[in-house]
Nanobody, 124 residues
């Protein structure tokens, strides 16, 4: 069982930056054994992929909509994954979810463990 807790969301003006954090804990496998992903969801829409990072940090994946603006990273010593979001746009407004899986993927169904989400609101 993996527990994930997101933080760092809030209200920011367009063009600004936020850094989301996801603190992870696991009962069996080390958190460092899991690939991690960030997803987001707005009301009435399906949850969509944002970024993913392999257990070692050696493989990174980004949605086209955030490529060049968002950066995913991890610190396995701190059991924490980050999402640095720069040049934020209104369309980035969403609830952002952290997720964990054994094998890295970009689909919601690839992930077994989810956090409760953190709200990011970008104003114009």
């Amino acid at each position: 069982q993996v527990q994930l807790v997101e933080s760092g969301g809030g209200l920011v003006q367009a063009g600004g930056s936020l850094r989301l954090s996801c603190a992870a804990s696991a009962r069996t496998l080390s958190v460092g054994s899991y690939a991690m992903g960030w997803f987001r969801q707005t009301p009435g829409k399906e949850r969509e992929f944002v970024a993913a990072i392999s257990w070692s940090g050696g493989s990174l994946y980004y949605a086209d909509s955030v490529k060049g603006r968002f950066t995913i990273s991890r610190d396995n010593a701190k059991n924490t994954v980050y999402l640095q979001m720069n040049s934020l746009k209104r369309e980035d407004t969403a609830v952002y979810y952290c997720a964990a899986t054994i094998r890295i993927g970009i689909r919601v169904s690839d992930y077994d463990h989810w956090g409760q989400g953190t709200q990011v609101t970008v104003s114009s």
